[in-house]
Each structure stands twice: as structure tokens, then as C-alpha cells.
């Protein structure tokens, strides 16, 4: 089966084609093509994403894209079309959405055309490693992005559900927030990453929020106003400390949860997705973190953590096969 995938809930206007090849319960599944446009240099100046300038180069790049998609790929016929309905911004969504039912309606009007939930995208792009040998299931999923922090039970492909979230920011914000005190530039998660590899992740106790909560929700708000008091207070403190120690914080509340969620529910993998998982500091907590407690370990290559279109295929393919229909329009606020 081919797989047409559109992806435009932030600012990275994305379009992949897939082939899905097996069973349900051991896809196999090849990217043919992951083309990705980012705005980051246009939002840059503003110091994070503006919507309605994210939705006017959706509309200069879809275009653009599809035209480098279709030209290399001759047989370009897809058996599914699918397109992010959310969560994300609702003017970049539309761009989105409006573009998949033109191309149908002008290419391929037989083709069958599905909404796909972001954050499902982001669960499934664990399925674009290359891996040997199937999934061992109980998962525990956790996805951290820009705009949420969940803790998910997967059984299979097809069956999930939530055990926990983000009670105000998402972790990947509070990484954005902590780059802005710090004067980084924007996007501010990998800019902290880099600065904190020159620190000392010691020097400063900050706080470890809802670490010992019984439940499996998250907390961030509260770690970001620490590191804002800390420099109001300590404008002298080395950058370099306080990213590494507000990053040692920010992870090992996740991996904690995390690892209690395996133990709790006898995992036998562990999965890691989102922008946030682009953090090696966070990947090789969780890979140390697995690997004590005989689990398997699995997270994306780097490309495939930020926003792309190929976890949306994957998404967008088993929510075919669930014969999930998510409606066709944008929904900002979409949960898994
Ligand atoms: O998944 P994503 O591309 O977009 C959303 O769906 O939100 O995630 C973007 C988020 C941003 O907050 C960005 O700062 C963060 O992921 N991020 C990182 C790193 N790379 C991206 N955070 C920490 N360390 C990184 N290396
Ligand atoms: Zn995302």
C-alpha cells in the first residue's frame, strides 16, 4: 500500500510518501520520500511560531513540495491520502487539510482520504527505525513535544491508552521558556542541549516537580519559574550550569515516571517520540534507564522526531485499518 502524507499543525510544512508492506501485527514499512520545509529562520525574529505566518508559507511550500514528490516519483498513485486534522494551530492546519482535498479532488479522486492526530503520528514514528524483529508488547510510550507531555500504555498497534500528561507546560516549552531567560536563540530546545554539554548538572538543586505524585501527570510550569528566579537572583551563574542542571531536572522527572509506568504495568518496551527526544541527554537516561530493568528501548532517528509527514503516514495507515475517521477538519485541540 502507498501512503500519501501531508503534515502542517506547526511550522514545518512536511510531505512523505510510505510503503506499508505485512500484517498488522508486524508492519513493514519504507519511507520513499520525507520531504520537510521548516520556517524556523522566519519565526526566529519573533521568538517563537506565529500562526497566520506559518499559514502563509504552508500555502507557498505545499505546492512546492508535491511538485518535488511528483516529479521524481513517476507512479506516483497512493492508495491512501492522509493529512493532519490536529492538535496545532488551526490556520496551519487548514493549509493542510484544504491542500489534501485538492490534490484528490484534481489526482486521484478514488483514493481514499483520512484524518491523522498528530500526536498519534508522533506515537507511531517509533515504527521508522530500522529495527530487526517485531514489537514486544506491553509499551510504555512517552511523547514530549513542544506542545504536550504524555505517558502512554500501548498493547499493540491499534490499542492504547493514556496514563498521564502535562498539567501546564509541555516539556519541550519549558525548554523554549528556559532558552528565552537564557538569552538562546529560538527554537530554544536544542540550543539548551548544546550549552548544557558544557555544564554541570550539579550545581544547582532545582526542583524534581510532581516526581513523588502518585499519579502519572506532569509539571513544568513551576521548574521554568525556578530557573527564571535563579537567574534574577544569580546573574552572575554560569549559563552552562543552569541549563545542564534545569535539563538533569526536566529528565529525570520523565524517566522517573516513566520507569515506574514499566514497572507498574510489566513493560516490555519502552518508547520515546517528539521534538524533545532529539535530546541525547534524555535518550541515554531512558536507554540506561531500560536497560536496568530488561526492557527494550526504542526512539526514532533524529529526523524523525521533529514534526515530519512519515509518522503521519504511519498514523494515518493504521487509522485506516481502525477505521478511525477523524473528521476532516482542524481541530487544535485533538487528544490521542
Ligand atoms: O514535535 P515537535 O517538532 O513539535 C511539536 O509537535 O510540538 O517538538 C518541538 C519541540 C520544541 O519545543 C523544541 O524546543 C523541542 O521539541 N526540541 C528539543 C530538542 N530538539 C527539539 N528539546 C530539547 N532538546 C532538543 N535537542
Ligand atoms: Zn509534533
Sequence with gaps: MKVLAI?????ETALALLEVRGSVRTPHIRVRKNLVSSQIAIHAPFGGVVPNLAKREHLKNLPILYQQLAKKESEL??????????????????????????????????????????????????????RNGPIRWPAIALIVSGGHTILMRAESFTKWRMLGET????????????????????PGGPEVEKLAAQGNPDVIAFPRPMVHDKSYDF?????????????????????????????????????????????EFGARTVLLSGGVAANKALRKKLSVMSRKLSVAF????????????????????F??????????????????
Excluded at 224 to 234: A, E, G, I
Excluded at 320 to 333: D, E, M, V, W, Y
Aim: proline content about 6%.
Design 7 to 11: 503534515e502542517t499543525s506547526c511550522d
Design 77 to 130: 498513485k497512493p492508495d491512501l491520502i492522509t493529512v493532519t486534522v490536529g492538535p496545532g494551530l488551526e490556520p496551519a492546519l487548514w493549509t493542510g487539510i484544504e491542500f489534501a482535498k485538492k490534490i484528490r479532488k484534481e489526482h486521484f479522486p478514488k483514493t481514499p482520504l483520512v484524518g491523522t492526530n498528530h500526536l498519534e503520528g508522533h506515537f507511531y514514528s517509533f515504527l521508522l527505525t530500522a
Design 167 to 186: 498539567r501546564d507546560d509541555a516539556v519541550g516549552e519549558a525548554f523554549d521558556k528556559v532558552a528565552r531567560i537564557l538569552n538562546l536563540p529560538y
Design 219 to 263: 509539571s513544568f510550569s513551576g521548574l521554568k519559574t525556578s530557573v527564571l528566579y535563579h537567574m534574577r537572583d544569580n546573574p552572575r551563574s554560569l549559563k552552562a550550569d543552569v541549563a545542564a542542571s534545569f535539563q538533569a531536572a526536566a529528565i529525570d522527572v520523565l524517566a522517573a515516571k516513566t520507569a515506574r509506568a514499566a514497572r
Design 298 to 317: 526504542i526512539a526514532p532517528p533524529f529526523r524523525y522526531n521533529t514534526d515530519n509527514a512519515a509518522m503521519i503516514g504511519v498514523a494515518g495507515y
Design 319 to 336: 487509522a485506516h485499518l481502525r477505521k478511525k475517521r477523524f473528521p476532516l477538519r482542524a481541530n487544535g485541540t485533538l487528544s490521542v
